[in-house]
């Protein structure tokens, strides 16, 4: 797994440890991408991966999707409330069902929790 760049947009991709059967996680055919994606970390058990990731000029999200990059969701804003911004340093809990990282909230760096799908956050 790495972070790379086109010279436009950084994506996550995997790949076999040969280099064969690349697939780009963080980028779909559908719905807004985020272009600059980094700092992928593989959750405990391997099927899924969590990033961060922006478009140009807007804040940074936590982004989660399977290891083949299906069932991507933006974490940090899928539940209801205030949404935290600049967020980074995604980490998986060590049984892999919930997701920690910093973000902040208007004014304030908080540590933010939520379950790997974004709710409970």
Do not use: F, H, K
Not at 78 to 101: H, I
């Amino acid at each position: 797994m790495w972070s790379g760049s086109d010279g436009t947009t950084d994506q996550i991709w995997v790949a076999d440890a040969d280099g064969t059967n690349r697939v780009e996680i963080s980028s779909t055919s559908s719905g807004p991408d985020p272009t600059i994606n980094v700092d992928p970390q593989w959750s405990p058990d391997g099927t899924r991966i969590a990033w961060e990731g922006r478009s140009a000029g807007t804040s940074s999200q936590i982004w989660v999707a399977d290891a083949d990059g299906a069932n991507r969701v933006e974490i940090s804003s899928v539940s209801g409330g205030t949404y935290p911004t600049g967020n980074e340093d995604v980490q998986w809990s060590p049984d892999g069902s919930r997701l920690v990282w910093s973000g902040s909230d208007a004014s304030t760096l908080r540590i933010w929790v939520a379950d790997a799908n974004g709710t409970n956050r």
